[in-house]
């Protein structure tokens, strides 16, 4: 009965188009008018306990970085770097956009700035050079949905905050899902590539890579910094937030001079409504998962499961399957909110590590940006390559199909991620 009453309440709201955090909240009064009654103030301070939370306050700084990073020139001179070093190779351009969507996954966390970014700067360099467009839109849809799961990432942050995780092991543990994403990235393209009637790019010299690499030195050392300094205990994860801001400023504006002082405010707005939204959204999603735990809707599901139970490896591939299937239908965000706090005691009784855990599920949820018929990642590089959707869907889908072959192979063996997660904390 609860759980249908959940499920009423939040499939019925979404289908009267109202927003998902307001649908969140429905489903909290719902079953909040389940149990006896709704009591008004409750739900207000709940709402206010889910954005009062210190973690959150890396959400709006790590936004900040990476519209200052953008706007500042270092995100074009990661390009220039990755076109000096691996352009000349057959496909070159397919590895320029796959080195970028990694290291500016390490800056930005979000998909859909990187999308953006690097279609506007490659895609016109691919049609030029004679790739079809497609697959060059798909190749760099694939790239971008490893800044989800790359730390330092929006998302990670999230399911953290929601699911009582600690952050700092989540961002140490998605370093070697965020890798092997790429890899295979790498892989599926040096066999693709190979039909794509381009010639490589002239070979440039020792001398203007080395150039390359001196003028892009300032925004390499950031990820470097980020990461190796939460690795070393030197900052948590909000204080890399900080930091990142003040470094991507200073950079952008002093090193690279590129960044001028109207710019900004707008820079400042942006920031600060993503904020909003997010943070509005992570509140919701606790006065909602407050109100599942208080109904104990886990237990209920958890007997749905049960016959799963007993084999760990069997029900994190259950539950992947059903998020890969949830990820065609919903955004990213209300996956992550709805499904966080229902999953979470199911894995805490099945004894599974829930950093392992929540790294595979934002990564699941990560690759849902680009399964049709929602993947907003495909809209943005659709609208950016001027192509349809299907066109780019159908371009990104052995690169898909590449990032959920990793993720069955991180189920099958969660050494590859709990063995880097134990060395690096």
């Not at 076109?83 to 590895?95: I, M, N």
């Not at 104990?296 to 749905?304: M, T, V």
């Not at 898909?400 to 991620?417: D, G, R």
Request: with cysteine; net charge positive.
């Amino acid at each position: 009965m609860t759980f249908a009453i959940f499920l009423a309440a939040l499939l019925g709201s979404m289908a009267m188009g109202v927003p998902i955090a307001f649908a969140l909240l429905l489903c909290g009064v719902a079953l909040m008018s389940l149990q006896g009654g709704v009591d008004a103030t409750i739900l207000s301070q709940k709402l206010l306990e889910g954005a009062d939370s210190f973690p959150l306050l890396a959400i709006p700084f790590f936004m900040l970085a990476g519209e200052l990073m953008n706007a500042g020139g270092l995100s074009r001179r990661i390009v220039a770097f990755a076109l000096a070093w691996v352009g000349h190779f057959r496909g070159g351009l397919g590895y320029v956009a796959i080195l970028s969507s990694v290291v500016l996954a390490a800056l930005s966390g979000s998909a859909i700035a990187d999308a953006a970014a690097l279609g506007a700067m490659l895609i016109p360099m691919m049609r030029e050079a004679g790739y079809r467009v497609p697959r060059a839109a798909g190749l760099i849809a694939a790239g971008s949905v490893i800044a989800p799961v790359f730390p330092p990432s929006v998302a990670l942050i999230v399911f953290g905050v929601i699911a009582n995780v600690s952050i700092g092991k989540l961002f140490m543990a998605a370093i070697a899902p965020g890798l092997l994403m790429g890899l295979s990235l790498v892989l599926v393209w040096a066999w693709v590539s190979r039909h794509e009637p381009v010639k490589p790019l002239p070979r440039q010299s020792l001398r203007q890579r080395l150039r390359a690499g001196a003028d892009g030195l300032w925004a390499l050392a950031m990820p470097v910094g980020i990461i190796g300094g939460m690795k070393l205990g030197i900052f948590t994860p909000t204080e890399a937030a900080v930091g990142a801001t003040a470094y991507a400023f200073l950079v952008g504006k002093f090193v690279y001079r590129e960044l001028r002082w109207q710019e900004l405010r707008p820079l400042l707005v942006r920031s600060a409504k993503g904020t909003a939204v997010v943070v509005f959204l992570i509140a919701a999603a606790l006065v909602s998962a407050w109100m599942i735990t208080v109904s104990e809707l886990p237990g209920q599901i958890a007997a749905l499961l049960e016959p799963f139970m007993d084999s760990p490896r069997l029900l994190m591939f259950v539950i992947m399957l059903v998020v890969v299937l949830v990820g065609t239908a919903l955004d990213f965000a209300p996956t992550v909110m709805i499904l966080t706090p229902v999953l979470m005691p199911i894995v805490a009784q099945a004894g599974i590590d829930p950093v392992y855990f929540g790294v595979l599920f934002i990564m699941n949820n990560a690759i849902g940006l680009i399964t049709p018929p929602v993947g907003v990642v495909l809209n943005v590089i659709g609208g950016t390559a001027r192509i349809s959707m299907n066109a780019a869907a159908r371009g990104a889908l052995p690169f898909l199909a590449a990032e959920l072959v990793v993720l069955a192979l991180l189920v099958v063996f969660p050494e590859l991620v709990l063995v880097p997660l134990r060395w690096l904390t």
